[in-house]
């Protein structure tokens, strides 16, 4: 069995603030880390392939993997869809490997309340100012600017759920959040630990304490 279950971390931003830059930087750092590829109704953007960055569905597809229990949890975001398949997340957590979500703070709350919420590891990212939020949407150029709008209209809809979350990073310096991610996750890797493991050490530990005297 593996040392301890995986972890579900949890990744949630308002749109623009750098959670799909981290969530790519912690996959590079770590290449054991499965990404949990979402299913939408939204279009692909450019440069977006079916099957990496997200399934993307038809509205009746999606509602039909709803409706056979598929998904781990589901929400509607910006007018689309957005929605996590729950059979490779059971899969990976039961081998023991992490799995990263990029998914709205609905999601987090689904995700706690499921039967695997034990295992959720969730981080809030918050842009350091709103100017720089609407700066980034722009610069990444991959949205209208009817999108954008939309977007920046439902930021504080996103950002005022901060509090649900296990931990909470400003996004200012990318290298210096990037940094504190990783050290969350080492940190809470090393804290669950299973107690088995631990515990057959300490009963070594105790057999070679009591034979000092
Ligand atoms: N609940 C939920 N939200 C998701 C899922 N996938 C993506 N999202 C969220 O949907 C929102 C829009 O995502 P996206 O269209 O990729 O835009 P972006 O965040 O601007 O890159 C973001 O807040 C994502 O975190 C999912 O499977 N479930
Ligand atoms: N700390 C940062 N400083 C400056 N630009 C950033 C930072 N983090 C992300 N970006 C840029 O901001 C844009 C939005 O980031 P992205 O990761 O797509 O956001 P999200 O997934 O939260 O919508 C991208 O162009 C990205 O390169």
């Not at 589901?74 to 081998?95: K, M």
């Not at 210096?176 to 088995?196: D, F, G, H, Y």
Request: no cysteine; proline share 4%.
């Amino acid at each position: 069995m593996a040392d301890r279950r995986g972890l579900l971390i949890i990744l949630s931003s308002p749109s623009g603030a750098g959670k799909s830059t981290l969530a790519r930087r912690l996959m590079q750092w770590d290449s054991g880390l499965e990404f949990s590829i979402s299913a939408t109704t939204r279009a692909p953007r450019p440069g977006e392939e079916h099957g990496r960055e997200y399934y993307f569905l038809s509205e009746d597809a999606f509602r039909q993997q709803v409706a056979d229990g598929q998904m781990l949890e589901h929400a509607h975001v910006f007018g689309n869809f957005y929605g996590s398949p729950a059979g490779p997340v059971r899969d990976s957590i039961t081998q023991g490997r992490d799995v990263l979500f990029d998914v709205d703070w609905q999601g987090e709350v689904q995700i706690r309340n499921s039967d695997l919420g034990k295992h959720a590891l969730s981080i809030f990212i918050l842009p350091p100012s709103i100017r720089e939020l609407r700066r980034r949407l722009e610069e990444r150029g991959q949205d209208s600017a009817d999108v954008i709008s939309k977007r920046m209209l439902k930021s504080w809809d996103e950002i005022s759920h901060w509090g649900y979350y296990d931990y909470v990073l400003i996004n200012d310096d990318l290298d210096a959040t990037e940094e504190k991610l990783k050290t969350i996750v080492s940190a809470e890797r090393m804290r669950r630990i299973q107690q088995p493991s631990l515990q057959n050490h300490i009963r070594t530990l105790q057999t070679e304490f009591d034979g000092l005297s």
